[in-house]
């Protein structure tokens, strides 16, 4: 999941003379100038003592741990910054990063829901039936309003069936449309709220990032199975046209920039991390909302996961067992990773487990799932970096490697680059769909490391806080805890604990903030005959497209 910038961006050839590190730089300062968000502020932190061994406590008790965590967090963000997007957990300060609609709150409703925090998700509840979405100071960013509050609205109705839920996303989701009225369908990358009108990001030709463009479909998908209003569905397909006809290097990956006017491709720079991640994420996710129904998703997987597996797919030197996921800008390999990337062994394993095509790909998915593993074992904390490097088996690096970098290829397989750690939950994602699909109890051990690792380094006053370093023993607090530390990372780690799942996998699907959506046909709805709801809404898009193929041809 792509939030806001990538880190991979270190590794992108500038064209206009500057060096990588100065062009991420900048486009950062950008970003965080456009979303009118300040640069971070390190503070020294203190640290707790760990957990006990997973060894030594019980399922129920290591489900509790998590959820006690959970309720620290937010009883912190309740007391110190209710209403605002995110509670600053070493200041004990509010902050705003999401246009100020509460995205701590809307973010955070599925889980509550889950954990069974009924007061809590009342309150929750009462908050978002208030929000006014015209209420908008910045621009408001599609892909990120989408994925926290959209999707968030989505899967709070799935489970509550509160209509409110519903009514708050319509309302939000006939706002962000202007983004789409492109002359190719692909979405700008903001709206203005006050105008109505999309507006180009600050890339190179106003390019539209995969990762976004890509990563609206799954819920404007749902909210038109929910509503019976198709026009969601056919703005999200229409993203496509563009790709059908593509030329790409390698069919089936695409470049990280569009072109949202002509659907060209801005550079060559490919990735299955951030700028991009999500994207391909959703065409199999799509695939598995459509209850395997949907072809041209499947068609559009098989291509690229094949075209991933052959051009990206890297073992590290001298560890044949693992696989980690190289970069390619103008064709050439860059082996380093974004944790964000590391959503990818549980796609994997999602596709092949949907996709019969695709069954060869559960080894692949656990190498890779152990390459990103290691990266937590690679550094001083036991926390993954931002991006964490390579060498591959040809014996190239990203750059000349200190002593301790080559000392932690030659144990771990990876070493930390950009060594910063924002709660990122991408690893505990994929060790997510490992236990839940074998019921392997390692799974359950490599979370409880990961878990008591953030409770040692990152819980501060009133939450839990990113850090700067997580490769030296003293990391400082960087007073951020995104909303997506609850919606993700918490969630993730509580529901691996169920003896039995309760979200099976050809029940429900998660978005890229981990919100579940039912899968229409395949589960109960609460009284109602889901089977009639899902002949009723097939019947309805066979109609539309029936009457669009006569209107237009």
């Given at each position: 999941?792509?939030?806001?910038?990538?880190?991979?961006?270190?590794?992108?050839?500038?064209?206009?003379?500057?060096?990588?590190?100065?062009?991420?730089?900048?486009?950062?300062?950008?970003?965080?100038?456009?979303?009118?968000?300040?640069?971070?502020?390190?503070?020294?932190?203190?640290?707790?003592?760990?957990?006990?061994?997973?060894?030594?406590?019980?399922?129920?008790?290591?489900?509790?741990?998590?959820?006690?965590?959970?309720?620290?967090?937010?009883?912190?963000?309740?007391?110190?910054?209710?209403?605002?997007?995110?509670?600053?957990?070493?200041?004990?300060?509010?902050?705003?990063?999401?246009?100020?609609?509460?995205?701590?709150?809307?973010?955070?409703?599925?889980?509550?829901?889950?954990?069974?925090?009924?007061?809590?998700?009342?309150?929750?509840?009462?908050?978002?039936?208030?929000?006014?979405?015209?209420?908008?100071?910045?621009?408001?960013?599609?892909?990120?309003?989408?994925?926290?509050?959209?999707?968030?609205?989505?899967?709070?109705?799935?489970?509550?069936?509160?209509?409110?839920?519903?009514?708050?996303?319509?309302?939000?989701?006939?706002?962000?449309?202007?983004?789409?009225?492109?002359?190719?369908?692909?979405?700008?990358?903001?709206?203005?709220?006050?105008?109505?009108?999309?507006?180009?990001?600050?890339?190179?030709e106003g390019a539209s990032c995969l990762a976004e463009l890509g990563t609206v479909q799954l819920e404007f998908t749902r909210l038109s199975q929910i509503t019976g209003n198709w026009t969601y569905d056919r703005v999200g397909r229409k993203v496509y046209d563009s790709f059908r006809n593509m030329k790409t290097t390698y069919p089936g990956l695409y470049p990280h920039l569009i072109n949202a006017d002509t659907g060209r491709p801005v550079g060559d720079y490919l990735t299955w991390g951030g700028m991009a991640d999500s994207m391909y994420e959703y065409l199999v996710k799509q695939f598995v909302l459509s209850n395997g129904n949907d072809k041209l998703f499947k068609k559009m997987s098989i291509q690229s996961l094949r075209a991933m597996q052959e051009h990206l797919l890297q073992k590290p030197l001298e560890h044949d067992d693992l696989l980690l996921l190289t970069v390619l800008n103008n064709g050439e390999p860059n082996p380093v990773m974004d944790e964000l990337a590391c959503f990818a062994p549980g796609t994997l394993l999602l596709a092949s487990r949907w996709i019969n095509e695709l069954k060869d790909f559960e080894d692949d998915a656990e190498a890779l799932l152990f390459g990103c593993y290691n990266a937590w074992q690679a550094s001083r904390t036991g926390i993954a970096p931002e991006v964490f490097g390579f060498v591959n088996e040809e014996g190239h690096a990203y750059t000349n490697l200190s002593k301790h970098q080559r000392d932690l290829a030659r144990e771990f397989g990876t070493f930390p680059v950009h060594p910063s750690y924002i709660l990122r939950p991408e690893t505990l994602e994929s060790i997510f769909y490992f236990y839940q699909y074998t019921g392997n109890p390692l799974y359950q051990d490599m979370a409880w490391e990961i878990f008591n690792a953030i409770h040692t380094y990152c819980r501060a006053n009133s939450g839990f806080s990113g850090l700067d370093n997580v490769d030296t023993f003293f990391p400082r607090w960087d007073d951020r805890q995104e909303s997506f530390f609850f919606a993700e990372t918490l969630k993730y780690l509580y529901l691996i604990w169920d003896d039995t799942p309760r979200f099976p996998f050809d029940k429900w699907v998660f978005n890229t903030e981990a919100h579940p959506f039912k899968i229409p046909g395949s589960c109960k709805n609460d009284g109602k005959n889901d089977w009639w709801n899902t002949m009723f809404d097939t019947i309805g898009v066979l109609w539309k497209d029936f009457l669009a193929y006569f209107i237009l041809f």
């Open positions: 999941m792509l939030h806001s910038v990538s880190i991979g961006l270190l590794f992108l050839s500038s064209t206009i003379g500057v060096t990588q590190a100065d062009y991420a730089s900048s486009f950062i300062d950008r970003q965080q100038q456009v979303l009118g968000q300040p640069p971070p502020v390190y503070y020294d932190a203190e640290y707790f003592s760990p957990l006990p061994f997973a060894s030594e406590l019980s399922n129920e008790q290591k489900q509790q741990a998590v959820k006690d965590a959970f309720v620290f967090a937010w009883q912190g963000y309740r007391k110190n910054s209710w209403g605002y997007d995110e509670n600053r957990p070493v200041t004990n300060q509010p902050a705003n990063s999401r246009n100020g609609w509460g995205a701590t709150i809307v973010d955070a409703l599925d889980t509550l829901y889950i954990m069974g925090l009924h007061k809590e998700f009342k309150d929750a509840r009462d908050f978002v039936a208030t929000i006014d979405w015209g209420k908008a100071d910045n621009l408001v960013q599609v892909f990120e309003t989408t994925i926290r509050y959209v999707a968030g609205l989505i899967s709070a109705y799935d489970l509550s069936q509160d209509k409110v839920f519903i009514k708050k996303a319509v309302d939000l989701v006939d706002r962000l449309l202007p983004a789409f009225d492109t002359p190719t369908g692909i979405p700008y990358q903001y709206v203005d709220f006050k105008t109505g009108q999309g507006v180009k990001s600050g890339f190179p």
